[in-house]
């Protein structure tokens, strides 16, 4: 049962010389601090706050701040105290009470110390104007917590700003591309400041230019062929990143084309297959076992346009050919070919993008590492 505040532990908190009786005094009186109490009860609560609020031991300080940080109930004036308080006083309640104002940590961002706005930064809910303060700060540190914090209400020129700072420091863009969401023109950004392994997360879990998405995936899958001694790519890894790109709803009919008309079976196989939802040694089995029917049928069920099916058929038989010549596909090789054959056939139903992408794989692309310009 509730112990009942009078005004003798009042006087016996103000003159208990042992630290820790106080502290423990402090403990019994936050724990029953609520709006049950009788407005007695708060009075003589919130006398007991404040001189603890004048102790001269951090602890006993510190030891409010952690009692009183989820509190929403208690006096505006109490929660500023304790936020303005130092480093181990402060941190508990800047971290989590939501007595403080936006205002209330805007100006203490801007007068207290690093360590006041790390805790600030990692709040459960940073706003965007709180946010800004921040990173007008200018500090890595508190950059780098605050765009790894997904409660942080960044907009898009925040992130950007971040950005001007801070491109080529790992510490601060490997968090910005684990956000659960980025707008369209931060990750373009980003793919061309971070390391392989984060232009694929960004690939699979952020929305970019089609023609981006592609370069990168196709570029990815170069290098995971020429990293392999018989110069053929790993189906599992495949299987892996086509599954990653589906559950983030960035498998698309384009890209698998795309990959099909650069000479990458495996990645086409394979998505076709989780495009369609068949397995993927049956997907195997109709694109070159089954005849014009299993492949019509295959493509169709994986809700390609007739003139995608087209452009497959074309790519396809184009592999065909090529292995029937020299008895492999060289990967090279059969870009090219590939790319004439389409040009040829279908330019006229190429759209610009389509029709810049089969330039490229003719000779026209860029060396590896340099961006091409997006339009």
Do not use: W
Request: aromatic residues 2%; charged residues 25%; proline residues 4%.
């Amino acid at each position: 049962m509730r112990k009942r505040l009078t005004a003798a532990e009042v006087r016996r908190l103000a003159t208990e010389p042992s630290i820790d009786r106080r502290t423990e005094a402090a403990a019994l009186v936050t724990s029953t601090y609520d709006r049950s109490l009788t407005a007695a009860e708060q009075r003589l609560a919130e006398e007991i706050f404040r001189a603890l609020l004048e102790d001269a031991e951090v602890r006993v300080r510190a030891g409010l701040s952690e009692a009183l940080k989820a509190n929403p109930d208690i006096p505006h004036d109490i929660a500023m105290a304790l936020a303005c308080d130092v480093e181990a006083v402060a941190t508990p309640v800047l971290s989590f009470s939501p007595a403080l104002l936006d205002e209330d940590l805007i100006a203490i961002v801007k007068t207290r110390s690093q360590a006041h706005r790390l805790a600030v930064a990692g709040r459960a809910r940073v706003p965007s104007q709180v946010c800004q303060a921040l990173i007008e700060t200018g500090e890595r540190e508190v950059v780098t917590r605050l765009v790894g914090n997904e409660g942080a209400d960044l907009q898009e020129e925040q992130l950007a700003a971040v950005l001007d700072g801070f491109a080529d420091d790992p510490n601060v863009t490997s968090p910005m591309v684990r956000r659960r969401a980025l707008p369209m023109a931060i990750a373009e950004r980003l793919v061309t400041v971070v390391s392989e392994h984060l232009r694929e997360h960004l690939v699979t879990h952020h929305r970019l230019p089609e023609d981006l998405t592609a370069q990168l995936v196709l570029e990815s899958r170069e290098r995971a062929v020429v990293g392999l001694l018989d110069g053929q790519p790993e189906r599992g890894d495949v299987l892996e990143l086509v599954d990653r790109l589906a559950k983030n709803g960035r498998l698309t009919i384009s890209l698998s084309l795309r990959a099909l008309c650069a000479g990458d079976l495996v990645f086409f196989e394979a998505a076709l297959a989780r495009l369609a939802g068949v397995p993927v040694v049956s997907a195997f089995r109709l694109l070159h076992d089954g005849g014009p029917v299993g492949l019509k049928a295959l493509i169709s069920q994986a809700g390609f346009s007739e003139n995608g099916y087209r452009l497959a058929r074309a790519a396809l038989e184009v592999a065909g050919e090529l292995r029937g010549v020299v008895g492999h596909i060289d990967r090279a090789r059969l870009a090219e070919r590939t790319a004439a054959v389409i040009l040829t056939k279908f330019g006229d139903a190429l759209s610009d993008a389509e029709s810049r992408f089969m330039l490229g794989l003719l000779g026209a692309r860029p060396p590896q590492g340099l961006r091409p310009t997006l339009h």
